[in-house]
C-alpha cells in the first residue's frame, strides 16, 4: 500500500466518510460491574448507557466500513451476518438516525489522549462518572451501573448494519479504537508500555489480523528507544515494575497467546539486564567511595564520594519508587525458576547482582518459591559462581553471611534440615541447631512454645542461632505458581552415545527442594534407562552422597513420549503420587528404554525409531500435578 493511499485510508477512519456501519462497544455480561481498566479517564467515549434490554453499551457508536473491518478480523463476518439475521443482542434501535461519533472519540483513536479540558464531558457528568469509578474501586457493585443509567443513551441508527464488540472495562474502548484504526492504516497509534500490554489482549479477543505483533513491536521499540540512555532505560525499569500485572502469561499459561511467552520473556531479560547493570554501578561507586573515605581520613582530608542511590530509592522505597528488593523480586519472579535457569547456564543476570542487591532480593515479601531450602539453593549457586574457584576471603565470607541470615530458617523442611545443611560448613547449621530449628518451625508449635524454645537455647550457642536474623521473624514466602509440565528432548545422534556413557538431556537441570535435579540417559546391565539424580554438590558439601531421600515434589510424573507423541513409559517421582524419594546425591528408579533391534547398518534412528518423533529427537516430560 502506498503511503498516500494508507493516509487516505487513516483519515477515513477519523472522519468517517462513506461509512457504511457502525460499530457499537459494549461491556461484556460478567464484566458489567468491573472497575475500568484505566480508572483515571473519564473521557466521553467511556461513558455508560444501559439499553432497554440491560446491555451497557460504552460511549457511542464508531461509524465504520464494513469490508476493511471483515477483512480484518473474523470476528465482523459473524457479527454482520448476526445483524443481517435480525440484529445482535443488545444492539436495539434508538430514536433518531444518522449516528454519529463523538468527537472525543476520534482523539482517543489516535492515541494522543488529548486534554482532559478539550474532551472531557460536562461538569456534572463527569462528576457522576469519577464518583462511579470511586464507589467501583472500593467494592460496589452496583457503581457502574449507576452510572451506566444515568448516562445519556447512544442514538443509533436502525438501518445501519451495528456490529458490536466486547469489553472487558470501559478504558478498553480506546485501544480497541486504535485497532481498528490500524486495520486501516496498518500503524498501531500507541506509544506506552502500558498502553501496548493492555491492547494485547484486547487484540486476541478481537482477533485483530496483525495486532498483537504489532503491538509486541511496539513494546520492543519502546525497549530499544529507552535503552539508548541511562535515564530512559531506569524510568523503563519502574514503568515495567507499575505494569507488571500487564505481562503475558508465561509458557505454562499462555493458552492461545501463542507470542506471549517469548515475549514476556525478552520484557523480564531487559529488565534483569538494565537493574543489574544499574545495581552494579552503584555497588562500584560506593565501593569506590569507601576506599576513598579511608584514604582522605587517612591524610586528613574530605570524605570520599557519597554512594548514588540505588534504583527504587536505594531499598526502602524513600526514593519515590518501587523498594529495590520488590523491582528484583519482579524481574526475578521465582527462587526455582532462577534457580533452574542458572542451573542450565542461562540466568547470567542473577549472578552478576552484586551482594546487596542479593539481599535486598531476599528480603523482599514479593519474591515467590516452592520451598524455603530452594531459595537456600539459589544463595549457594550465586555463591559458587562468584568464587569462580578461588578461596573465600574474610569480605566475602561476610556478604554470605548477611545473606544466610535472611534465609527464613523455620519454613525449611525437616528434610533438609537433617539430611543436607549440617553438611554444609558455610550455612552455619549444627546438628544441634538443626533439631532445635525442626521443633522451632512445626506449624502446630505456638508463639509461646517458640519463646520458650529460644530461652532455651544454650548460652555457648546462642549466637550461632541468629535468633535476631530477619529471616527467623519472617512469614512464609508466597508460593510459586505451578510448574505445569517441563518438557526435554535429545537428539538421537546424543543417544548414539549412551552406549559408551551416561549422556545429560540438555537444557536437564531444575531445582526443586534445595536441590539440583538432573535427567540423564545411562546404560545398565539390563539395557539403557532414563534416570533422575538428586545433586547437591552445588553446596560444595564434605561428600557427595548424603544419608536421607529427596522429592521433587508432592505428585511428580516422568514420562518418555513415543513416537506418537503418547505416554510410552512413565514413573512416579513425587512424594503422594506413590513415589519412594531419591537419595540425595544419588540416582531415582530409572525407567527401562525399549530399543528396536535392529542391524548396525540401519543407523540409530532405526534403533530409537519407538521414541523418535518427526523432528528426530526423544522427548522426555515431567508433569507436576501440584
Known amino acids: 500500500m502506498s503511503e498516500a493511499v494508507r493516509k487516505a485510508w487513516d483519515r477515513r477512519f477519523l472522519s468517517g466518510e462513506l461509512s457504511d456501519c457502525d460499530v457499537v462497544f459494549f461491556l461484556e ?40 473491518l471483515c477483512d480484518g478480523s473474523e470476528l465482523f463476518p459473524a457479527e454482520l451476518e448476526r445483524w443481517r439475521a435480525g440484529g445482535p443482542a443488545g444492539a436495539g434501535a434508538g430514536a433518531g438516525a444518522g449516528a454519529g461519533r463523538s468527537a472525543s472519540s476520534s ?34 457493585p452496583a457503581a457502574t451501573t449507576t452510572a451506566a443509567t444515568a448516562a445519556a443513551a447512544p442514538v443509533l441508527d436502525p438501518s445501519r448494519p451495528q456490529l ?44 485483530i489480523e496483525g495486532g498483537v505483533q504489532a503491538c509486541d513491536a511496539g513494546v520492543r521499540a519502546a525497549l530499544r ?144 518459591t516452592d520451598k524455603e531450602e530452594s531459595v537456600v539453593l539459589l544463595v549457594a549457586l550465586w555463591r559458587l559462581a562468584k568464587l569462580e574457584g578461588r578461596p573465600a576471603t574474610a569480605a566475602f565470607d561476610a556478604a554470605v553471611q548477611r545473606l544466610v541470615r535472611h534465609i527464613r530458617w523455620p519454613h525449611v523442611s525437616d528434610s ?89 538431556i540438555k537444557e536437564h537441570c531444575f531445582g526443586a527442594a534445595g536441590c539440583a535435579w538432573i535427567l540423564r540417559v545411562l546404560p545398565r546391565q539390563q539395557g539403557l534407562v532414563l534416570e533422575l539424580k538428586c545433586s547437591v554438590l552445588f553446596y560444595i558439601t564434605t561428600q557427595e552422597k548424603l544419608p536421607g531421600t529427596a522429592f521433587p515434589g508432592k505428585r511428580v510424573v516422568l514420562a518418555v513420549l513415543d513416537a506418537e507423541g503418547r505416554v510410552a513409559h512413565s514413573l512416579a517421582l513425587g512424594s503422594a503420587n506413590g513415589g519412594t524419594g531419591v537419595p540425595i546425591g544419588g540416582l531415582s528408579q530409572g525407567i527401562e528404554l525399549a530399543l528396536e533391534d535392529r542391524a548396525a547398518a540401519e543407523g540409530e534412528a532405526a534403533r530409537w525409531a519407538r521414541y523418535l518423533r518427526p523432528d528426530g529427537k526423544m522427548h522426555v516430560q515431567l508433569e507436576f500435578q501440584e
Open 29 to 68: 455480561p460478567e464484566h458489567a460491574g468491573g472497575t475500568p481498566t484505566d480508572p483515571s479517564n473519564s473521557r466521553a467515549e467511556q461513558q455508560l448507557s444501559t439499553q432497554p434490554d440491560g446491555r451497557v453499551l460504552v460511549g457511542g457508536p464508531l461509524p465504520a466500513h464494513i469490508r476493511i
Open 107 to 140: 482523539a482517543a483513536a489516535d492515541g494522543s489522549g488529548g486534554s482532559d479540558a478539550g474532551d472531557a464531558p460536562p461538569a456534572a457528568k463527569r462528576q457522576r462518572v469519577q464518583a462511579n469509578e470511586s464507589a467501583a474501586a472500593h467494592g460496589s
Open 164 to 207: 458490536c464488540l466486547g469489553l472487558w472495562a470501559p478504558g478498553e474502548r480506546r485501544l480497541a479504537e486504535a485497532l481498528l484504526r490500524f486495520m486501516y492504516g496498518g500503524v498501531l497509534h500507541l506509544r506506552t508500555l502500558p498502553d501496548l500490554l493492555r491492547a494485547r489482549p484486547v487484540a486476541l479477543r478481537l482477533a
Open 225 to 368: 528507544a529507552a535503552a539508548a540512555s541511562k535515564a530512559g532505560a531506569l524510568a523503563l525499569v519502574e514503568e515495567l515494575y507499575a505494569c507488571r500485572a500487564l505481562l503475558p502469561e508465561p509458557a505454562d499459561g499462555a493458552g492461545a497467546d501463542p507470542t506471549g511467552p517469548e515475549l514476556r520473556k525478552e520484557l523480564l531479560d531487559w529488565f534483569q539486564l538494565h537493574l543489574v547493570t544499574r545495581c552494579r554501578e552503584v555497588d562500584s561507586a560506593a565501593a569506590a567511595g569507601a576506599e576513598g573515605a579511608q584514604g582522605a581520613a587517612g591524610a586528613g582530608g574530605p570524605a570520599g564520594a557519597q554512594q548514588q542511590p540505588l534504583p527504587g530509592g536505594g531499598g526502602d522505597g524513600d526514593g519515590g519508587g518501587a523498594p529495590l528488593g520488590e523491582l528484583l523480586a519482579c524481574a526475578f519472579e521465582d527462587a526455582t525458576w532462577v534457580a533452574g535457569q542458572a542451573l542450565n547456564k542461562s540466568m547470567r543476570h542473577f549472578y552478576n547482582l552484586p551482594a546487596p542487591a542479593v539481599e535486598a532480593l531476599l528480603a523482599s515479601e514479593s519474591f515467590v
Open 416 to 504: 533438609f534440615l537433617l539430611h543436607v545443611a549440617p553438611h554444609v560448613p558455610w550455612l552455619g547449621v549444627s546438628w544441634e541447631r538443626a533439631a532445635w530449628l525442626v521443633s522451632y518451625g512445626r506449624t502446630e508449635t505456638t508463639p509461646e512454645q517458640r519463646a520458650a524454645l529460644e530461652r532455651a537455647v544454650p548460652d555457648r550457642v546462642r549466637s550461632s542461632y541468629q535468633l535476631d536474623a530477619p529471616g527467623m521473624r519472617a512469614p512464609r514466602r508466597p508460593a510459586a505458581r505451578p510448574r505445569g509440565v517441563l518438557k526435554y528432548s535429545v537428539d538421537v545422534a546424543e543417544l548414539a552415545r549412551v552406549r559408551g556413557e551416561a549422556i545429560k
